[in-house]
């Protein structure tokens, strides 16, 4: 069993930071891709930052320049360090990964996603 532990959510002033950790437990063989997407209310869910297993990233163009992803491959886990936070900013933030487990022989990479946690940018 893979799951994926959020945390450092909270309520923020506008152009504050937030640091968003993820840290995937379980029967783990190894590791893709490592991401985090947000949903605002009313608002579908959207690729907020990715970074794969070589240290490639990718960002949406609204939070380029603000926002820096990272991972710990050591530790399984993947950072989202926020800064200059504005209040459309304000989401549930989920972790995703793309993970091959030690149970599955064939080491077929599964998405996984965590339970989600609130950040709001207040003006």
């Known amino acids: 069993q893979v799951q994926l532990v959020e945390s450092g959510g909270g309520l923020v002033q506008a152009g504050g930071s937030l640091r968003l950790s993820c840290a995937a437990t379980?029967?783990?063989?190894?590791?893709?891709?490592m991401g985090w997407y947000r949903q605002a209310p009313g608002k579908q869910r959207e690729l907020v930052a990715v970074?794969?297993?070589?240290?490639?990233?990718n960002y949406a163009d609204s939070v380029k320049g603000r926002f820096t992803i990272s991972r710990d491959n050591a530790k399984n886990t993947v950072y989202l360090q926020m800064n200059s936070l504005k209040p459309e900013d304000t989401a549930v933030y989920y972790c995703?990964?793309?993970?091959?487990?030690?149970?599955?022989?064939?080491?077929?990479?599964?998405?996984?996603w965590g339970q989600g946690t609130q950040v709001t940018v207040s003006s």
């Open positions: 995703n990964a793309a993970i091959a487990t030690m149970t599955d022989a064939r080491r077929i990479l599964y998405d996984y």
């Open positions: 379980g029967s783990i063989f190894s590791i893709n891709r």
């Open positions: 970074i794969i297993s070589g240290g490639s990233t």
